[in-house]
């Protein structure tokens, strides 16, 4: 596997023919960095949950470079969807809508939905608009983690978390720390209604200023999730450390907080991010620096508020939990 750290135009053409010949290529996107396969290659695809460990069944993402690739993949898009695509893409949004032949039982899981995103990363759209012109149609990419680890911001973690699962062909493309920090909101679009199955950088407040009339659920939190979207597991985005959200940090514990909180004597500070935008994007390498440091215990100080802090709240129920 190789990182090309100069990801320049003949290299990012030179990655688009590696996918298009089936090979796995991780690259960055705003959210985290995802690992990439041609998503009509079966065997390139298998790859990917064979490097993740990850159970089969649970559906990937299809990145694409441009709202007019849509059809191809879903079909009865409600306007609502459309109206959410023209204003949020490219950016980290994933919209799930009725699937076209196109999206194979081994992209959705067998469900009868795709997940789609257009991400805003200038190294992702390169890539898939090259992917496009040499007869690509949409980039299947997970988070580049193993399963149920905390997805990489930078492509030093991808290479900590997958470099000795990958093969010599394979490749990793830098693009710099990913800027909002967390994996993108998902909203379920297959029904008369919105609802977001999981919160990301697109919140619910910047959703209802676009659908001013239309009720958007929650379903972050609930049952119909776990059917719906079967990768969101209680457990999840959890480094080797453990993760309290409540209680005292005592000396030789990791604290993640803003930077308004204090450090205890003896505690080692991780991250002091001055707002929530900052608390997501440094989040994953906080959590990831604990294990580098062979901390057993982190305690992390939540933000509020119902901006980000919604989807950074999320991650930290999901890392926290036993
Ligand atoms: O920001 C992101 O979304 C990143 C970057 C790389 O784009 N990708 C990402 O993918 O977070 P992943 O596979 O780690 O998490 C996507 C989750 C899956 O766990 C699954 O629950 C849900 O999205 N999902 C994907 N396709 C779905 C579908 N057709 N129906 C329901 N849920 C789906
Ligand atoms: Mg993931």
Redesign the pocket.
Known sequence: MSIISNCTASAIKDAASSLISGKLVAFP?E????LGADATNKEAVARIYKVKGRPSG????V?ISSLGLLDKWARDIPEYALRLARDFWPG?M?L?LPRTELAKDFI??G?D???I?V?SHTVALSLLKEFEALGGTGVA???ANKFGAV?PTNSNDVEIELGDYLTREDLILDGGPSLVGI??T?IDCTESMPSI??P?GITKGMIEQILVDTIISDNSNSFINKI?????LESHYAPKANVFLTGEPKRGDGLIALSNVNTPEGVQRLASPINNEQFAQQLYVALRSADEKNLQNVFVVPPSGDDIAVAINDRLKKASYR
């Open positions: 996107t959210t985290v960095y995802g649970h559906p990937l993402i990145h980290p994933t799930i959705t899981g469900q939905n795709i997940g995103r991400p990419a997970p988070s997805s994996e993108s998902i199955l999981r990301g719906k979207a079967p990768g969101l």
